[in-house]
Each structure stands twice: as C-alpha cells, then as structure tokens.
C-alpha cells in the first residue's frame, strides 16, 4: 500500500508499505483523507525530534475495515475521524478527565507498520499518510457520513486543537477579548473557536495582509497586518487599549510568544500554541504578571476526542462550524511534495492529502 515515509533524510511516497492486523483494542482504519499540518513538517526539520523511518501524518479520516477484540463502538463500514490521543483510559489521569495528559499517550511510538521486512515508526499514534492504519479503539470516533472526509480529517488535529484551546484550556467567555497570532490551520480554529464561545472582539494578527479575508470568514472582527506595522503590539492596542483577554500564538516563534504576554489586560492569559524549535526558550517581564496574568501551555487543546470530535461534528452539520473552508486545495497522496511546498508558502489555510 500507498504512504509518506521519512527515513532521517527524506521523505518519499512509497508504494510498498505493509501494516499489522488489528489487535485485541485496535482498529484498522482505511484512511481516505489527512490534512497536512506543520507538525508533520516539523518532523521532516528536525524541529520535533522523531525516531525514523516513521510514517508520517496525524490528521485523518476514513471508514473502518476491520476491528480487534473487545471494541463495541464502531465497526466495519463507519466513517471516523482519527485523533492522535493513544490514552490509556485507567490511568488517574485519564480518570480525571484529562487523556492529554496520559503519560501512556506520550512518547512512545509503536511499530505497527513494515516495509522489506524492517518496521517503521507510527507518528502521533496515527500516521494518517498511509492507505491503511492501525489506532487504538479510544482513537477512532465515529462521525456522520454525510461529513464530508476531506473536511472530517481536518478535526482531529487543528480544530481539536485550536478549537478545544479556546473553549477547553483557556475557558473564553461571552464578552470577553481575544487575540490571535497567527491565522494558518491552528489559528483559523482558534478565530472560530472564539466566535462560539462568544467573544466579543476578536483580533487575528499575520505578517500576510492576504489572509484577512478568510480571518474575517472565521470570525475576526479585526485585523491586524504585522508587516505593516512598527510595532504589532501597539497596533493591537489600538483596538484594544488595555489589552486582551487572552492572546493565542499560534506559530511557534520566540519572540511571538512574547508579544502574546505584552497584549494581555489584567487577569489575562497567554495561550502558547504554536511549537517552537525543542530548545528554545523565551523571556518575558517577570513584573507584568503580577496583575494575576498567566501563560498557559496547551496540549492538544486539552481536548477530549470521543466527545469533542461528536461536539465539531454535530456543530458543523449545523452551520456553526467552518471545515470545508478550511480546506483550501486536496492533493492526490502522490503530490506530497507538492502539499509540504505549499504549507510552507504559506499558499493554503490547510492542504488535504487524498487516497
């Protein structure tokens, strides 16, 4: 079968991959589509450390082919989503409900897949980028089968993410003020995911004055062009004069990172994003927070998937949720390269891997 593979140095598309049956637990999944996200590029340099060869993507969508023992809750012929969350469901914090924070869920790939004999690593418990894949039962969510799949893949990483950071980690409220830096997939969701929960002004801030239109369509009710601008945080507080609420960096940048503190209003929060490179770190006014601020770091949008994936579905198919307008171009899983040059440029909100 069909998938992306990056051996340390490159990655290719491989016509010769060969994946486990599923266990007792699993479920094979025939991936039908997978959103490209720059986590997965990350992989590629070297800014998350990954073991190789692995098989990459972690945002996926298809019908399950076949399940393992035990598993009840879908079966042969569903349409899932997949998210990337492998959690145990018995450990304390699984039972606090807090799956992101499973430490059975972190950190340790399996080798589910094959290629000549020598077994590859499966990235984010997922590896969307193959024809077939093998998840956890706890992973595969059954949605609708009148959602489209090039739109259902997209949820379960940056609408999980963006989305369940504004409503799960950072809690906004009606009224409230929220500040957005960066407007690719993540912060499209994070823009959207606001505007659900009723923010009441909603500032989207990105170095490419093209991307204003689809910020508005997500929801910004400004924008703010950083290439325009002295100074972004100045130009921020010219709509927000005492700062925001909650600003979300959404890119992964150091010095982002610090403009999201310097935006905050008292009592504000820092939502943190975006992935930096492993080893960076960043500084920040130790003084500035002192008026009861806070920087929040956000896995996965401390989501819970078999409920939140139901939830983005159940908002899509009543209007509420933007998932087709995510999608800004598909590309048969041959174009790969094509795709990753793409999300590089910064040409597409997200590029969708088709099979």
């Known amino acids: 079968m069909r998938g992306v593979v990056f051996d340390g140095k490159q990655v290719r ?3 010769d991959l060969e994946v486990r049956d599923p266990g007792p637990g699993d479920v094979l999944v025939a991936v039908k589509a997978a959103g490209l996200c720059h986590s997965d590029l990350s992989v590629i340099d070297g800014t998350i ?8 993507g972690h945002e996926g969508a298809g019908v399950v082919e076949a399940v393992g023992a035990g598993v009840t809750h879908v079966a042969p012929g569903d349409h899932v989503s997949l998210s990337t969350l492998a959690n145990c469901g018995a450990c304390a914090e699984c039972d606090r409900g807090r799956p992101t924070m499973c430490r059975k869920a972190i950190g340790m790939p399996g080798q589910p897949f094959s290629r000549g004999g020598q077994p590859l690593f499966q990235f984010a418990s997922n590896s969307a980028f193959a024809e077939r894949t093998v998840v956890k ?4 969510v059954k949605i609708p ?17 963006g989305v369940g950071a504004v409503l799960n980690r950072a809690r906004v409220d009606r009224g409230e003020s929220v500040v957005v830096i960066g407007t690719g997939g993540i ?11 009723g923010a009441s002004t909603i500032v989207a801030v990105d170095a490419n004055p093209a991307k204003e239109a689809v910020a508005r369509q997500f929801g910004a009710t400004h924008f703010v062009d950083a290439s325009a601008v002295k100074d972004t945080v100045e130009a921020v507080k010219g709509v927000l004069p005492t700062g925001a609420d909650h600003a979300f960096e959404c890119v ?3 010095k982002l990172i610090r403009q999201a503190v310097d935006l905050l209003d008292r009592h504000g929060q820092a939502v943190l994003l975006g992935v930096p490179g492993f080893a960076d770190e960043a500084s920040f006014q130790v003084s500035s927070l002192y008026l009861d601020k806070s920087i929040l770091g956000c896995r996965y949008g401390s989501s819970r998937p078999q409920r ?16 087709d307008e995510l999608v800004t171009r598909t590309y048969p899983v ?19 891997l088709t099979f």
């Not at 994936?309 to 209007?319: C, M, N, S, T, V």
């Open 13 to 15: 598309v491989v016509d």
């Open 49 to 56: 450390p990954f073991p190789p060869p692995v098989v990459l």
């Open 137 to 140: 039962a706890v992973q595969a």
């Open 145 to 161: 089968e009148d959602v489209p799949l090039t739109s259902a893949a997209l949820i379960g990483c940056g609408v999980l993410t």
């Open 187 to 197: 912060g499209l969701n994070v823009i959207q995911g606001a505007r659900i929960a």
């Open 252 to 254: 992964g940048n150091v």
């Open 308 to 323: 939140d994936i139901a939830l983005y579905a159940k908002l899509y198919r009543e209007g509420r949720l933007l998932l």
């Open 334 to 352: 041959e174009d790969f390269a094509l795709a990753a040059e793409d999300a590089h440029a910064g040409r597409v909100a997200r590029g969708v």
